[in-house]
């Protein structure tokens, strides 16, 4: 984050004050979803921001996986299993059909829910978003999962950007 972009935080959130008064620190929320994700249904995970600071996101990265297999890669492309096989045969195959869509309190950060495979980053190449997304301390961020796959699906979401704290 450079100091154009933190000091446009700082003016979208409100928070006043010279960007030399902020301290940035390299932060990820993680959103779980939880429970099983049958085909043809979405599943919804919320984490709050922290009371601490601000948020500001900057890019996205994520990982879906099939919960009988319990095995999931780590913030890799949204994939799924499609080899009965072990491990070392597996065979994958992205989740075309699958959408994602993220909201901010009132706040939807897409005009509609996006395809996971256009969005979804893994840990050496996360999506960067084409703006940051402030998010002021004690919002709640919502993401929803529709499964239009064939399968029965788990996941995760996780938001990279910079915590911001006053020093």
């Known amino acids: 984050m450079n100091d154009n972009d933190l000091r446009q935080a ?8 010279p960007p030399a ?4 620190v390299y932060y990820e929320y993680i959103l779980n979803f ?5 085909a043809g249904s979405a599943g919804t995970a919320t984490q709050q921001i922290n009371q601490g600071g601000a948020f500001v996101c ?5 990982a879906v996986y099939i919960p009988a297999d319990n095995t999931a890669v780590a913030y890799t492309p949204f994939y799924h299993r499609i080899s009965e ?6 065979t994958w195959e992205s989740l075309l059909s699958c959408t994602l869509d993220l909201r901010t309190v009132d706040t939807n950060w897409f005009s509609a829910p996006i395809l996971c495979n256009l969005i979804m980053g893994d840990a050496l190449n996360p999506f960067i978003l084409p703006t940051t997304r402030p998010i002021a301390a004690n919002d709640e961020i919502t ?11 788990r996941g995760q979401v996780c938001l ?6 006053r020093r």
Not at 10 to 17: H, K, R, S, V, W
Not at 58 to 62: D, E, L, P, S
Request: aromatic share 2%.
């Open 160 to 165: 990279c950007g910079h915590k911001l704290m």
């Open 143 to 153: 993401a929803t999962l529709q499964n239009n796959s064939g399968e029965s699906i």
């Open 58 to 62: 900057q890019a996205i990265k994520g």
């Open 34 to 38: 939880n429970t099983t994700i049958t």
């Open 85 to 90: 096989n072990t491990i070392a045969d597996l």
């Open 21 to 24: 008064q902020w301290k940035r």
């Open 10 to 17: 700082i003016e979208d959130l409100g928070l006043g004050g």
